[in-house]
């Protein structure tokens, strides 16, 4: 089938080619992101593959129709960047990755959570530079500690077994508790007793109505002070501004995320030699005590390897007039 696939990396080539092998579909890979200004580039594609940051809105999906396009395949488990009501009302399918190495975000996460406590980014600089010095580089022994986890679905379940390991107290928030969560030696609690108890506090949510700036500066003022953030999962579940006044403080003793509310004209982009006219990510990344990577916890060999054998699957069976069993509806 016809298939346009935007924001596609030098990775993204090698790899969903090497999948569609046998699948043999006409793929047209493009380098930009998908907005109302590229979307024309997918004319006459039946099908459109699309990234985190491309933006599926209602306009785009209305152009996309006009052109032909009967399906939205997104390389990734989120999908907030599809308006799917709107994708509905056209007729067109959206599918997404609901299954890939969910050990590739936690493990990251967890790395995350060692970088930021034991400064590894700090320390790794340092030694480049000649200096050896350890003040400055403290930080505190993971086991005995607490670890909250919000959204306790198939990695935030793994970054429990993770850290219970280490010997940390693990607690959980979700509105539908699952038994591998609990297997994994953690427990639910109500999100206040998680935001006071705990050391860590990990995001593993998806992003929606719901969760928008779940955490604020409501939440980070009734979270432990001196508590270490991390957010693998959207940046729109923080309130960045909130969470940079609450650095300034000590309240929020350090932040790791890997993913950033205005990441879409940053991420997944060389911007070395350019002026960032982002101030607030400017500002995060100006704090010793954040580290900040963009967007790569799903970037594994497996990960990548699953994510784009299970695209080429959804445009081969949805070409077939088959059951599509990643499909998207509406809630
Ligand atoms: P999942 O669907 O298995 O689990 C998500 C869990 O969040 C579910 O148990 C759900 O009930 C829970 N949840 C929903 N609303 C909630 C709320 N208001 N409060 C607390 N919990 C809530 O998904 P997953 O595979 O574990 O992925 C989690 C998220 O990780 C994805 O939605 C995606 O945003 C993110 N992700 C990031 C990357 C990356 O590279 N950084 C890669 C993959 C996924």
């Known amino acids: ?10 990775y993204d080539r090698t790899m969903l080619a090497r999948a569609n092998e046998r699948a043999g579909h006409e793929l047209r ?25 491309d933006s599926v809105d209602a ?4 152009i996309l129709a006009k052109q032909g396009t009967r399906m939205v395949a997104t390389r990734s488990t989120g999908y907030n960047q599809i308006d799917i009501a709107a994708a ?13 190495s969910p050990y590739s975000v936690a493990e990251f996460a967890v790395g995350l959570l060692l ?60 509105p539908h508790p699952n038994s591998t969560f609990e297997a994994a030696g953690a427990r639910y609690v109500p ?21 928008k700036y779940i955490v604020n500066a409501n939440s980070l003022a009734r979270a432990k002070r001196g508590c270490i953030l991390i957010n693998t999962s959207r940046g729109g579940l923080v309130d960045t501004e909130a969470a940079i006044a609450a650095l300034k403080s000590g309240q929020l ?20 030699s350019k002026i960032i006219c982002d101030d607030v990510i400017q500002r995060l990344v100006s704090f ?16 990548i390897g699953q994510i784009m054998q299970t695209t080429i699957d959804s445009i081969s069976a949805f070409e077939r007039g088959e059951k599509l069993v990643n499909e998207v509806s509406i809630e």
């Open 253 to 272: 003793g350090g932040l790791a995320i890997d993913v950033y509310e205005q990441e879409a004209s940053l991420f997944f982009q060389d911007l070395s």
């Open 1 to 10: 089938m016809k298939t346009a696939v935007f924001s596609a990396r030098r």
């Open 29 to 53: 890979f493009f380098d930009d992101r998908l907005t109302t200004a590229s979307a024309v580039l997918a004319e006459g594609c039946e099908a459109v593959c699309v990234f985190v940051n």
């Open 191 to 211: 999100v206040d007793e998680l935001l006071s108890s705990s050391d860590v506090v990990s995001l593993h949510c998806p992003l929606t109505d719901a969760t």
């Open 88 to 100: 509905a009302r056209h007729g067109i399918a959206v599918v997404r990755v609901t299954d890939y």
């Open 115 to 174: 970088a930021v406590n034991r400064k590894i980014a700090r320390a790794s600089a340092r030694t480049r530079d000649g200096n050896f010095d350890l003040d400055g580089l403290m930080g505190v022994d993971l086991h005995g500690r607490t670890v909250g986890v919000i959204g306790t679905g198939k990695i935030g379940s793994i970054f429990a077994r993770i850290m219970t390991g280490f010997g940390c107290t693990v607690l959980g928030h979700d």
């Open 288 to 303: 010793p005590n954040v580290i900040v990577t963009g967007h790569q916890a799903f970037f594994t060999v497996e990960a």
């Open 59 to 62: 306009e785009v999906l209305d």
